[in-house]
């Protein structure tokens, strides 16, 4: 009896420090099954629930069905963030919103991100969708300015000085751009601008940006400076392409009726891992760990460098303040060998619309229009290809040499410096040689750091215009180079 009484009066004691320290009204006694609330891992933190908020911004950057993955990832991301705790009003989704209900789509009104995984579209917000997916729309929902957005719920980024903010962008990039279902592209300048702005407004205590596109480095390379409280992670280094995952002929593959990647390798890896972890016990900077060993691929060429960027020392802050944290893995410590791992083989990014299409034409019935069409499709893509190819080899011959010519283009600035000196320069470039030889479509995005390179090289529009128009005689008529969207800048 006497050892009951004691150990009574220790829980009533215990239970008096705690309420002391947290500011509880000394008359209450928390039950043993509410002490997770006090002693859970980094429960001490001063970023309480009742006083910050957590915002996320969702970009699938691309259209087409053959880009199903990015859309798949931006659907995942959402339910991570719902079963986190995050409310449908904090967070901001765009994707054009063109694969769900696609007469391709195997399985109508559902998305998966990996081969035997759940319905992912189911219940995602549709804020900004089809021709409201734009570089205009998504700066200025981060800036949370109403009064700039056009179409879509309007919904924006209202943050305030405590909150924290998450960016989680997937699609095709290149050398400082990123891709838009529409025109013009995001490029990196703009990007960055916009985040300083962000930053002067005090509308943030924190903001982590994750990545995916093709040479994601060169977003943040040598322009996103420290002490603006942003952490940025991405896919790839400046100059290497990121890669699809659970495409057709990987293992694991997508389900048999499917013809087209489910997702991206970097994507995935940071949500998968978040999927089985309780995000309160792991970092940022053990999920950069983690995701960067699933990516590289055991260093194999089916594999990329993630980087990181900005406020490296934000990153010991828990993935929890950003993303909260799904109880039902509240049991689930992260541990740091405890990491799925990566496929056997994965699809360059640039390549997973050919791998799409090529799947249709095998699949089809001989002589069937499914197959032709297919047949068709992977032509033009192609055909859209060798011209971007050719006429860029070309110009730079006809403005350097030909044995110069190659080697201004393909130039990579040391690591640290951004791709161009003049990004006005990079934007009159691209207009000039789209004018002349036609869209550079998502393909065409990896030749960025060539135009820069004519940028810092001093070549003028004139010069840029001239060559242009002689490099490209004609211009393939499939859809890969029509400017009817208008121009990428």
Same mark, same amino acid.
């Given at each position: 009896m006497?050892?009951?009484?004691?150990?009574?009066?220790?829980?009533?004691?215990?239970?008096?420090?705690?309420?002391?320290?947290?500011?509880?009204?000394?008359?209450?006694?928390?039950?043993?099954?509410?002490?997770?609330?006090?002693?859970?891992?980094?429960?001490?933190?001063?970023?309480?629930?009742?006083?910050?908020?957590?915002?996320a911004v969702l970009v699938a950057g691309s259209n087409g069905y053959w880009n199903y993955r990015h859309q798949a990832d931006v659907c995942h991301a959402?339910?991570?963030?719902?079963?986190?705790?995050?409310?449908?009003?904090?967070?901001?989704?765009?994707?054009?919103?063109?694969?769900?209900?696609?007469?391709?789509?195997?399985?109508?009104?559902?998305?998966?991100?990996?081969?035997?995984?759940?319905?992912?579209?189911?219940?995602?917000?549709?804020?900004?969708?089809?021709?409201?997916?734009?570089?205009?729309n998504f700066l200025?929902?981060?800036?949370?300015n109403k009064t700039a957005v056009t179409g879509g719920s309007g919904k924006v980024v209202d943050s305030g000085p405590n909150d924290h903010i998450f960016i989680y962008y997937s699609d095709h990039g290149g050398p400082g751009v990123l891709g838009m279902p529409t025109s013009p592209y995001l490029y990196a300048n703009d990007l960055i601008d916009v985040l300083k702005k962000k930053h002067a407004s005090g509308t943030y205590k924190s903001l982590v940006f994750y990545l995916e596109a093709c040479e994601s480095g060169s977003i943040f390379e040598g322009l996103l400076p420290e002490g603006l409280n942003i952490y940025a992670t991405t896919a790839a280094n400046a100059e290497e392409s990121s890669w699809g995952t659970?495409?057709?002929?990987?293992?694991?593959?997508?389900?048999?009726?499917?013809?087209?990647?489910?997702?991206?390798?970097?994507?995935?890896?940071?949500?998968? !891992?978040? !999927?089985?972890?309780?995000?309160?016990?792991?970092?940022?900077?053990?999920?950069?760990?983690?995701?960067?060993?699933?990516?590289?691929?055991?260093?194999?060429?089916?594999?990329?460098?993630?980087?990181?960027?900005?406020?490296?020392?934000?990153?010991?802050?828990?993935l929890f303040l950003y993303m909260g944290t799904n109880p039902e893995n509240d049991n689930y410590t992260f541990v740091d060998q405890n990491f799925l791992r990566p496929t056997s083989k994965t699809v360059n990014q640039r390549d997973a619309d050919l791998l799409h299409f090529w799947q249709k034409y095998r699949k089809a019935p001989e002589g069937s229009p499914k197959k032709l069409e297919a047949q068709k499709q992977f032509v033009e893509a192609m055909s859209h290809r060798m011209h971007i190819d050719s006429s860029?080899?070309?110009?730079?011959?006809?403005?350097?040499?030909?044995?110069?010519?190659?080697?201004?283009?393909?130039?990579?600035?040391?690591?640290?410096?951004?791709?161009?000196? !003049?990004?006005?320069?990079?934007?009159?470039?691209?207009?000039t040689f789209e004018t002349y030889c036609g869209s550079i479509h998502q393909y065409g995005m990896k030749h960025m750091r060539s135009i820069a390179n004519i940028c810092n090289a001093r070549i003028r529009q004139e010069q840029m215009a001239e060559a242009s128009a002689q490099a490209c005689v004609t211009i393939p008529s499939g859809p890969w180079s029509s400017l009817h969207r208008g121009y990428s800048a």
């Open positions: 006497i050892r009951l009484i004691a150990a009574a009066s220790l829980l009533v004691l215990l239970a008096a420090v705690v309420a002391g320290s947290r500011g509880i009204p000394d008359n209450l006694i928390r039950l043993p099954t509410e002490a997770s609330r006090f002693f859970r891992p980094g429960g001490n933190d001063a970023d309480d629930d009742s006083t910050v908020t957590r915002w959402y339910q991570l963030l719902k079963k986190g705790g995050l409310k449908d009003e904090n967070i901001v989704v765009f994707m054009y919103d063109d694969v769900a209900f696609n007469a391709e789509n195997p399985r109508e009104g559902i998305i998966i991100n990996s081969p035997d995984g759940d319905d992912v579209y189911s219940g995602v917000p549709k804020d900004y969708t089809g021709e409201d997916v734009t570089v205009n200025a929902v981060i800036l949370g659970y495409c057709p002929g990987e293992y694991p593959s997508p389900p048999e009726e499917y013809d087209t990647c489910l997702g991206d390798l970097y994507s995935v890896a940071w949500m998968e !891992d978040c !999927d089985i972890h309780n995000l309160r016990t792991e970092s940022l900077r053990q999920q950069y760990e983690l995701v960067k060993r699933r990516t590289i691929n055991d260093n194999s060429v089916y594999g990329s460098h993630v980087m990181q960027y900005g406020d490296l020392h934000l990153n010991k802050n828990k860029m080899k070309m110009i730079g011959k006809l403005l350097f040499g030909i044995e110069k010519g190659p080697e201004v283009l393909n130039t990579v600035r040391p690591a640290g410096q951004p791709l161009v000196d !003049d990004w006005n320069c990079l934007k009159t470039l691209v207009r």
